[in-house]
């Protein structure tokens, strides 16, 4: 991949200027001087890089799964009678109802064009993901946590509004067995909930330190497929 050695190359240039700072401080006797720390990073810095793809990947299709697994939860169909009679329960609803209605097909459509927006996104993260494993060399990650966040909002959020439509399908459901202006507004109310899940995902996830834990286990899983190929070469 051109991201991988592209990073590859701005890692070399790294590496040499933080092994000059190194040799400076050594010198000079500073005891800021970790030329073994360097080392180490360095090596975290290599094993994820060579395996972000593999790790988009991942991640991609675990939540892809969980998607597919929720979607298979039991609910409204879409042979259901609620979501085949739909329009013609609103054209029976007076006029204030059929613009709910509309809004409601709007937000749909919103929902289904975010779909989209987070496929261009991932790509997007897999591009510039190798750039910003540079940052573990030196010991200022705060970049390559941030992109562990990202990536871990766009690959499980699916799964989150697919579960939030199926609830907002149960709440149409009352139109046909309850108080449809009720039912209407409820459903409205679960499909805008649905189309700012992947906010509020990300908005709760940036403040817990889950981040932190992520971005520790990219660096592990990394190293280790390094390890283990570097064995399998060898045997």
Known sequence: M????LAFAFMAAKVAS????NYILHTSGDAGA??????????KAVAVIGSVPWLVRWLYLLGTEIAF????????????AVLTNYMHSIEALPLILIFVGIISLVLIALIYI????RAAHLAMLAVIGPLLSIQLIGGDSNLFNLWVKELIVVCFSQALQIFMLMAALYALGGMMTGNPITALLMFVGWLWATMKAPAALKQMLYSSGLGRV??????TAGTMIVVRKMMTRGA
């Open 114 to 117: 975010q779909t989209f927006i």
């Open 2 to 5: 051109y991201a991988q050695g």
């Open 34 to 43: 970790d030329p073994g720390g360097l080392l180490i990073s360095t090596a």
């Open 69 to 80: 697994e929720v979607s298979g939860f039991s609910g409204i169909s879409a042979e259901n």
């Open 18 to 21: 933080e092994a000059l700072k």
């Open 214 to 219: 992520a971005g520790g286990t990219a660096q």
